[in-house]
């Protein structure tokens, strides 16, 4: 499976953003998807889950309310829209795939090669 992040760039705070990730060499329509993110010296962490079949998704407190991640399996495309920015969300962000439902990166055994997010205030 490779995957391909994009839609990463430069919003102010309280913008909106939506990335994708498309998924190629093997269909993914029966992976859990999910976005995590890393900011400048700190550890990789967890933003957002999806089901193989869309109907469970599960987010980080932090960005609960703001963030809705979403799924094409025709297109084996996963999205993540980010509305209401901030600072804080400035990150790489990355997108995994893996047939094992987790909200650990540890789990993800397919990852993108991330797209930089930067809320500047």
């Known amino acids: 499976v490779q995957l391909q992040a994009s839609g990463g760039g430069l919003v102010r705070a309280g913008g909106s953003l939506r990335l994708s990730c498309a998924a190629s060499?093997?269909?993914?329509?029966?992976?859990?998807l999910g976005w995590f993110r890393q900011a400048p010296g700190k550890e990789r962490e967890f933003v957002a889950v999806?089901?193989?079949?869309?109907?469970?998704?599960y987010y980080a407190d932090s960005v609960k309310g703001r963030f809705t991640i979403s799924r094409d399996n025709a297109k084996e495309t996963v999205y993540l829209q980010m509305n209401s920015l901030k600072p804080e969300d400035t990150a790489v962000y990355y997108c995994?795939?893996?047939?094992?439902?987790?909200?650990?990166?540890?789990?993800?055994?397919?990852w993108g090669q991330g797209t930089l997010v930067t809320v500047s205030s």
């Open positions: 999806i089901g193989w079949d869309a109907k469970t998704t």
């Open positions: 995994a795939a893996d047939p094992v439902p987790s909200l650990s990166y540890e789990t993800y055994n397919y």
């Open positions: 060499g093997r269909t993914v329509n029966k992976y859990h």
